[in-house]
């Protein structure tokens, strides 16, 4: 349940940040360069097992995805995927950001002796996370607080929707329901790794391996 309340909290942002905000035109050559630069730097681990009485070294790399060639049938959908590398590059580490910090929140919690000292605790988190966090959602696109709100539930495994009426109740959830709604956003809305969302897996995957 505390869990939640954290997600839910990047939620709301993540609806606060669908109100109609202009979309960014990019020039070619910012296109060009965050398609060139990774997102996440590939990492290779090194080490040593023992085999038959020998030491050995070994690498250990990133996954290596390989997908077919993509086509595309006019410049308008060209542009559209290069947006939606771009896009994912930017909110992509925000879902993750929030994944860890509910991990190392909740262990933190645990080690707390009453309801208290943990209430405490969770306010100086909230604080913490309107003031990290309320100035970058204010900077996303209308595309790419919708984007957001996929990529939580992909990383979490829960809607914003869900977490929030967790929390919070039906009624705050419905209410934040209708506040996203009315600028073209769900917060119902989950991520489909094999269907409609199928093409930003596999950019996903990519930018997670460093490859794009």
């Known amino acids: ?8 909290i990047l939620a709301m942002m993540t ?18 360069a965050e398609m060139d630069s990774p997102t996440f730097v590939p990492t290779v681990k090194v080490g040593k097992t023992l085999h038959e009485g020998d030491s050995i070294q070994y690498m250990e790399m990133n996954n290596v995805y390989v997908y077919p060639q993509l086509t595309f049938k ?6 559209a995927y290069q947006r939606l590398v771009y896009n ?3 909110v992509l580490p925000i879902a993750k950001e929030a994944r860890q910090m509910l991990i190392e929140t909740t262990e933190y919690l645990e080690t707390l002796p009453d309801e208290k000292s943990k ?16 100035p970058r959602m204010k900077k996303l696109t209308y595309s790419q607080g919708k984007l957001l709100i996929k990529l939580i539930d992909r990383e979490c ?3 914003s929707y869900e977490m929030i009426k967790a929390f919070m109740g039906p009624v705050r959830a419905g209410f934040w329901q209708v506040f996203a709604w009315g600028f073209g956003a769900s917060l119902k809305k989950e991520y489909d790794a094999k269907g409609v ?10 930018v997670e391996a460093g490859q794009i």
């Open 74 to 79: 006019n410049k308008k959908q060209a542009k």
């Open 1 to 8: 349940m505390r869990m939640k309340l954290y997600l839910s």
């Open 157 to 159: 495994h829960s809607s």
């Open 88 to 90: 994912v590059k930017k």
């Open 15 to 32: 609806a606060a940040s669908a109100m109609g905000q202009e979309e960014q035109q990019l020039t070619a050559e910012q296109v060009l």
């Open 119 to 134: 209430n405490e605790h969770i306010k100086r988190v909230e604080d913490d996370i309107f003031r990290t966090y309320k």
């Open 197 to 206: 969302d199928r093409l930003t897996e596999r950019v996903v995957l990519m």
